[in-house]
């Protein structure tokens, strides 16, 4: 409302002041809704950017350059490696290790074959050469996932078992990456809305063994020489029933997609990544690290607890998870610290779940 001051001057003139305040505020009120839309429109469209690589739809429909959006290797806006990286990522980020097993990087060092037998104290191992070349007379022995570029972007989603899974209906963002990655004796069925159903690699141990179907990757992590032997056998004669516990004698798994877990690599997550805390790095984290070598992105959904402080698994209604945390085996806490600390510097999107 104009309050015009001086009421003895005549009608007109106030009118005129009427219609020059409404004016000038209409405008100040059209400047401000472009001013806002534009800085809305702009936040909107960067953090989608440096967030969500998986939304395409900035990326493709205006076939922007890759350097507007990333100074990363990559063709994902934004990527594992970048150019101008961060030094405590790249003090860590050994690309030269490589997270699977071949006939090639088999030949493993004193240091590294020691440190790996002894994670579980394995009595009388096998000759570690010729059950290496048994194996890769069964699976086969391929130099995979070398094809880093700049044309190729490879989205992965890192599913842990936790139960803050529970209720987030996660299922179709999940399903929407390239890889998919789940662990141990994790189900999809009758879980699908909250971690989906698509499944391209499963990480394992003889231990933690289930059947996978043709077209799933099992990934194998070898704690000890038995353990491909192990594999060996479920995927032949199924000879082997036992390890320190019964085990799955024979497996379901299409044997051209089985994978092996480098002990190499295993040792490099534990000495570089982990700082040797707890005494060895669990699934969920070796399967990250996996992820962090393989893909230009990774999303990471279902570890940590639930908002209950619960450490328990997504098909279970207790807390019989609370075991993972508190076994001394692997250190849960500073695991989670550094898969924060990896989401915090935009390695990985974290999906922290309910
Ligand atoms: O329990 P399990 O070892 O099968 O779980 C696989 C991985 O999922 C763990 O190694 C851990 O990284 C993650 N996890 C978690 N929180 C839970 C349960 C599992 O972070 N409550």
Not at 23 to 34: D, E, G, N, P, S
Not at 51 to 72: A, E, I, Q, T, V
Not at 94 to 99: E, G, K, Q
């Amino acid at each position: 409302m104009c309050i015009f001051p001086f009421p003895h001057f005549p009608r007109k003139l106030s009118f005129t002041c009427h219609y020059a305040m409404s004016l000038l505020k209409r405008r100040k009120i059209r400047a401000f809704t472009v001013l806002f839309c534009i800085v809305t429109f702009t936040m909107f469209l960067f953090s989608y950017t440096l967030h969500d690589p998986s939304l395409y739809f900035f990326k493709y429909p205006f076939r922007l350059p890759d350097s507007f959006f990333s100074k990363g290797q990559c063709g994902c806006q934004q990527c594992m490696t970048e150019l101008d990286d961060d030094p405590w990522f790249t003090e860590r980020f050994n690309l030269s290790v490589h997270p699977l097993l071949t006939r090639r990087n088999s030949l493993l060092t004193d240091d590294t074959y020691r440190w790996w037998q002894w994670l579980q104290a394995e009595q009388q191992p096998a000759n570690f050469s010729e059950v290496v070349e048994k194996l890769f007379q069964v699976i086969p022995d391929a130099d995979l996932y070398m094809d880093a570029g700049p044309e190729r972007c490879r989205t992965c989603a890192v599913v842990g078992n936790s139960g803050n899974l529970k209720g987030t209906r996660y299922g179709t963002l999940i399903d929407s990456n390239d890889v998919i990655i789940r662990m141990n004796q994790a189900p999809t069925s009758g879980y699908e809305e909250d971690v989906g159903s698509r499944t391209t690699h499963h990480v394992m141990y003889p231990e933690s063994a289930i059947d996978l179907d043709n077209t799933t990757s099992l990934l194998l992590i070898p704690f000890k020489t038995l353990d491909l032997q192990w594999i060996i056998s479920a995927l032949t004669t199924g000879s082997i029933q036992h390890t320190y516990i019964p085990v799955q004698s024979r497996i379901k798994a299409n044997r051209d997609r089985v994978l092996i877990y480098s002990p190499t690599f295993f040792k490099y997550v534990y000495d570089t990544w982990l700082e040797n805390h707890g005494r060895y790095p669990s699934t969920g984290f070796l399967s990250l690290l996996f992820a962090i070598h393989i893909c230009d992105t990774v999303s990471v959904y279902g570890f940590g607890s639930d908002h209950y402080g619960n450490w328990h698994h997504y098909w279970e209604e207790n807390n019989m998870g609370g075991a993972f945390r508190h076994t001394g085996v692997h250190d849960g806490d500073y695991e989670y610290n550094i898969t924060l600390l990896l989401a915090d510097k935009h390695k990985i999107k974290m999906f922290k779940g309910r």
